[in-house]
C-alpha cells in the first residue's frame, strides 16, 4: 500500500473515531438544568428572594439509603450533595445561599433524610466552586469534609430505619 493510501484509511477511521464522540458531547451540552439534576435525583428547583439575598432551594427524593453512622450520611448522599452544590453554584447566578432538602422513599411513605444549607461564600472557600466535574467525583471525601464544616447539616436519624445505621464497634449490651 502506499501512503496516499494509508492517509485516506487513517482519516477515514479518525472520522469514524471523532463523530460519536461530537454527537455525544452536543448531547450533553443540550441538557437542560433539571435533567442535569434528575440524574442526582432531584426533582425540584426553586429560586426564592428573600430579605437576606436568593435562595436556591433544591428538593431531592432517595430512593435507597446504603449503610451509614448515625449523624452522617451514606457515601452515595455524600456525593449527590457534593454535585449539587457544584452544579447550583456553576450555573445558577445571583445566589446567596442554597439549600438542600433531600426525602427518602421508605416504602412510599416520604420522610426527609437530611436538611443542608450553604452561603456560596462558604463553597468559594471550600475550593468546591473551582473543581470539574471529574473532580467532584473524583475526590468527593475531600469536599463532603469542607462543606460539611462550613455549611449546616441536620441528618434525621429518627426517620432513617435502624437497619441502614452501620457497625461503628460499639456494643450498647455492655453497658
Excluded: H
Aim: aromatic share 14%; glycine share 4%.
Amino acid at each position: 500500500m502506499s501512503v496516499k493510501e494509508y492517509l485516506i484509511i487513517l482519516i477515514i477511521v479518525l472520522i469514524f473515531a471523532a463523530a460519536p464522540l461530537i454527537i455525544l458531547q452536543e448531547k450533553k451540552d443540550n441538557l437542560s438544568e433539571m435533567q442535569e439534576f434528575e440524574k442526582y435525583g432531584v426533582y425540584e428547583v426553586k429560586k426564592i428572594n428573600s430579605e437576606d439575598g436568593n435562595i436556591l432551594r433544591v428538593f431531592q427524593i432517595r430512593n435507597t439509603i446504603g449503610e451509614r453512622l448515625r449523624g452522617e450520611l451514606d457515601k452515595s448522599a455524600k456525593l449527590d450533595l457534593c454535585y449539587i452544590l457544584w452544579y447550583s453554584y456553576n450555573n445558577f447566578e445571583d445566589i446567596n445561599s442554597v439549600e438542600v432538602f433531600s426525602y427518602y422513599n421508605n416504602s412510599g411513605d416520604m420522610k426527609i433524610y437530611y436538611l443542608y444549607e450553604i452561603g456560596t461564600r462558604e463553597i468559594e472557600i471550600s475550593e468546591l466552586s473551582n473543581a470539574t466535574e471529574a473532580e467532584v467525583m473524583a475526590y468527593m471525601e475531600y469536599y463532603y469534609r469542607k462543606i460539611v464544616k462550613l455549611g449546616n447539616l441536620n441528618v434525621m436519624d429518627e426517620n432513617i430505619p435502624y437497619w441502614k445505621e452501620a457497625d461503628n464497634g460499639y456494643d450498647s449490651s455492655n453497658k
